[in-house]
Protein backbone atom coordinates (compact mmCIF):
# COMPACT_ATOMS: atom_id res chain seq x y z
CA UNK A 1 0.00 0.00 0.00
CA UNK A 2 1.19 3.52 -1.06
CA UNK A 3 2.33 6.13 1.78
CA UNK A 4 0.16 8.88 2.70
CA UNK A 5 0.74 12.10 0.68
CA UNK A 6 2.03 15.15 2.88
CA UNK A 7 -0.11 17.70 2.44
CA UNK A 8 0.75 21.34 3.39
CA UNK A 9 -2.00 24.35 3.42
CA UNK A 10 0.03 27.37 3.07
CA UNK A 11 -2.26 30.46 4.07
CA UNK A 12 -0.64 34.04 3.47
CA UNK A 13 -1.95 36.18 7.09
CA UNK A 14 -5.27 38.09 6.39
CA UNK A 15 -5.24 41.64 5.55
CA UNK A 16 -3.59 44.13 8.23
CA UNK A 17 -4.85 47.60 9.62
CA UNK A 18 -2.64 49.21 7.69
CA UNK A 19 -3.63 47.61 4.14
CA UNK A 20 -5.02 51.36 2.93
CA UNK A 21 -1.75 52.30 3.06
CA UNK A 22 0.09 50.29 0.98
CA UNK A 23 3.29 50.24 2.99
CA UNK A 24 6.55 47.70 2.74
CA UNK A 25 5.87 45.97 5.61
CA UNK A 26 8.73 42.92 7.30
CA UNK A 27 9.32 42.84 10.48
CA UNK A 28 6.83 45.83 11.57
CA UNK A 29 4.44 43.61 14.07
CA UNK A 30 1.17 45.03 13.11
CA UNK A 31 -2.62 43.07 13.94
CA UNK A 32 -5.16 42.01 11.54
CA UNK A 33 -7.83 44.28 10.44
CA UNK A 34 -11.42 43.25 10.89
CA UNK A 35 -11.62 42.65 7.17
CA UNK A 36 -8.35 39.91 7.55
CA UNK A 37 -10.41 38.26 10.69
CA UNK A 38 -13.28 37.38 8.40
CA UNK A 39 -11.39 36.34 5.84
CA UNK A 40 -9.22 33.92 7.63
CA UNK A 41 -12.24 33.07 9.60
CA UNK A 42 -14.33 32.14 5.87
CA UNK A 43 -10.73 30.19 5.37
CA UNK A 44 -11.65 28.60 8.58
CA UNK A 45 -15.00 27.61 7.71
CA UNK A 46 -13.44 25.83 4.18
CA UNK A 47 -10.75 23.71 6.12
CA UNK A 48 -12.89 22.13 8.76
CA UNK A 49 -12.48 19.13 7.22
CA UNK A 50 -9.15 18.65 6.32
CA UNK A 51 -7.90 17.00 9.35
CA UNK A 52 -4.95 19.23 10.25
CA UNK A 53 -2.70 17.72 12.69
CA UNK A 54 -0.88 20.67 13.15
CA UNK A 55 -0.72 24.45 12.40
CA UNK A 56 2.73 26.89 12.35
CA UNK A 57 2.72 30.41 12.11
CA UNK A 58 5.85 32.93 11.70
CA UNK A 59 5.98 34.62 15.26
CA UNK A 60 4.62 38.07 13.60
CA UNK A 61 1.30 39.25 15.41
CA UNK A 62 -0.75 38.55 12.06
CA UNK A 63 0.24 35.72 10.64
CA UNK A 64 -0.33 33.87 14.99
CA UNK A 65 -3.97 35.89 14.97
CA UNK A 66 -4.46 34.31 11.58
CA UNK A 67 -3.24 30.35 12.49
CA UNK A 68 -5.37 31.01 16.05
CA UNK A 69 -8.57 31.65 13.10
CA UNK A 70 -7.84 28.90 11.37
CA UNK A 71 -6.73 25.91 13.83
CA UNK A 72 -9.80 26.56 16.24
CA UNK A 73 -12.05 24.05 14.18
CA UNK A 74 -9.82 21.71 14.74
CA UNK A 75 -9.03 22.32 18.32
CA UNK A 76 -5.11 23.26 17.26
CA UNK A 77 -3.41 25.93 18.62
CA UNK A 78 -0.66 27.40 16.52
CA UNK A 79 2.76 26.97 17.09
CA UNK A 80 5.15 30.04 16.51
CA UNK A 81 8.39 29.86 14.39
CA UNK A 82 10.62 33.11 14.23
CA UNK A 83 11.94 31.30 10.34
CA UNK A 84 8.71 31.92 9.16
CA UNK A 85 8.72 35.21 9.17
CA UNK A 86 8.32 38.35 6.15
CA UNK A 87 11.65 39.65 4.79
CA UNK A 88 13.37 41.82 6.69
CA UNK A 89 12.64 45.04 4.44
CA UNK A 90 15.18 47.07 6.52
CA UNK A 91 15.12 50.58 6.58
CA UNK A 92 11.72 50.60 4.03
CA UNK A 93 10.13 48.67 6.75
CA UNK A 94 7.11 50.56 7.48
CA UNK A 95 7.15 52.91 4.94
CA UNK A 96 5.07 53.31 1.87
CA UNK A 97 6.65 53.59 -1.50
CA UNK A 98 6.23 57.62 -1.52
CA UNK A 99 8.20 57.93 1.48
CA UNK A 100 11.07 55.27 0.16
CA UNK A 101 11.02 57.39 -3.17
CA UNK A 102 11.20 60.54 -0.95
CA UNK A 103 14.31 59.44 0.86
CA UNK A 104 15.61 57.54 -1.98
CA UNK A 105 14.96 58.61 -5.33
CA UNK A 106 15.33 56.14 -8.20
CA UNK A 107 15.75 53.41 -6.40
CA UNK A 108 12.16 51.70 -6.88
CA UNK A 109 12.98 51.11 -9.87
CA UNK A 110 16.17 49.34 -9.40
CA UNK A 111 14.54 46.87 -6.84
CA UNK A 112 11.62 46.44 -9.30
CA UNK A 113 13.98 45.87 -12.22
CA UNK A 114 16.01 43.00 -9.93
CA UNK A 115 13.36 41.40 -8.05
CA UNK A 116 14.92 38.40 -6.05
CA UNK A 117 18.20 40.30 -7.12
CA UNK A 118 18.10 43.17 -4.83
CA UNK A 119 18.19 43.16 -1.05
CA UNK A 120 16.51 45.39 0.66
CA UNK A 121 18.67 48.28 2.35
CA UNK A 122 20.07 46.98 5.43
CA UNK A 123 17.54 44.21 5.62
CA UNK A 124 17.73 40.93 3.64
CA UNK A 125 17.53 39.57 0.25
CA UNK A 126 15.60 37.02 -1.66
CA UNK A 127 18.16 33.80 -0.81
CA UNK A 128 19.03 35.00 2.25
CA UNK A 129 15.15 34.43 2.88
CA UNK A 130 14.72 31.39 1.26
CA UNK A 131 17.98 29.84 3.44
CA UNK A 132 15.69 30.98 6.42
CA UNK A 133 12.40 29.93 5.61
CA UNK A 134 12.80 26.56 4.06
CA UNK A 135 14.73 24.61 6.41
CA UNK A 136 11.94 25.60 8.77
CA UNK A 137 9.65 24.13 6.21
CA UNK A 138 11.48 21.06 5.86
CA UNK A 139 12.17 20.46 9.66
CA UNK A 140 7.86 20.71 9.53
CA UNK A 141 7.24 18.31 6.68
CA UNK A 142 9.59 15.56 8.30
CA UNK A 143 7.88 15.57 11.79
CA UNK A 144 4.51 15.38 9.66
CA UNK A 145 5.33 13.00 6.79
CA UNK A 146 1.94 11.78 5.92
CA UNK A 147 0.20 13.94 7.28
CA UNK A 148 -1.97 17.34 6.92
CA UNK A 149 -0.32 20.56 8.36
CA UNK A 150 -1.30 24.05 8.04
CA UNK A 151 1.77 27.04 7.84
CA UNK A 152 0.53 30.26 8.44
CA UNK A 153 2.97 32.70 7.04
CA UNK A 154 3.67 36.06 4.66
CA UNK A 155 3.90 36.53 0.94
CA UNK A 156 7.57 36.71 1.04
CA UNK A 157 8.04 33.45 2.85
CA UNK A 158 5.29 31.50 1.09
CA UNK A 159 6.60 32.55 -2.27
CA UNK A 160 10.17 31.27 -1.02
CA UNK A 161 8.89 28.23 -0.29
CA UNK A 162 7.10 27.84 -3.37
CA UNK A 163 9.84 28.19 -5.48
CA UNK A 164 12.14 25.74 -3.35
CA UNK A 165 9.26 23.21 -3.46
CA UNK A 166 8.58 23.83 -7.45
CA UNK A 167 12.18 24.20 -8.49
CA UNK A 168 11.70 27.72 -9.53
CA UNK A 169 14.61 30.50 -9.60
CA UNK A 170 13.81 32.97 -6.50
CA UNK A 171 13.73 35.65 -9.62
CA UNK A 172 10.07 34.32 -10.21
CA UNK A 173 8.85 34.68 -6.63
CA UNK A 174 6.15 37.45 -7.74
CA UNK A 175 5.22 34.87 -10.28
CA UNK A 176 3.42 33.34 -7.28
CA UNK A 177 0.30 35.63 -6.31
CA UNK A 178 -0.08 36.01 -2.44
CA UNK A 179 -3.21 37.62 -1.43
CA UNK A 180 -4.71 38.15 1.85
CA UNK A 181 -5.45 35.03 3.82
CA UNK A 182 -4.82 33.07 0.50
CA UNK A 183 -4.32 29.31 0.92
CA UNK A 184 -2.05 27.54 -1.89
CA UNK A 185 -1.24 23.67 -1.28
CA UNK A 186 1.34 21.67 -1.76
CA UNK A 187 1.13 18.07 -2.10
CA UNK A 188 4.31 15.43 -1.59
CA UNK A 189 4.49 12.35 -3.45
CA UNK A 190 7.89 10.19 -3.48
CA UNK A 191 10.14 13.19 -2.45
CA UNK A 192 8.63 15.71 -4.97
CA UNK A 193 6.26 18.50 -4.52
CA UNK A 194 2.77 18.76 -6.74
CA UNK A 195 1.41 22.51 -6.11
CA UNK A 196 -2.61 21.80 -6.09
CA UNK A 197 -3.96 25.68 -5.45
CA UNK A 198 -2.28 28.61 -5.60
CA UNK A 199 -3.78 32.02 -4.25
CA UNK A 200 -7.37 30.86 -3.68
CA UNK A 201 -8.94 33.83 -1.41
CA UNK A 202 -11.50 33.36 0.61
CA UNK A 203 -14.98 34.20 -0.05
CA UNK A 204 -16.76 36.76 2.48
Not at 31 to 43: D, H, I, V
Amino acid sequence: MDAPATLIYLLRHGEVALADTRRFLGHVDVPLSARGEAQCAAQAERLRGARLSAIFTSDLARAQRSGEIIGAPHGLAPTALPALREMDMGRWDGLSAAEVEAREPGVLASFATLVGEYPFPGGESVPQLAARVWPAFEAIVAAHAGQSVAVVAHAGSIRAILCRALDLPLTRLLAMGQEYAALSVLEQVDRSWRLRRLNETPML
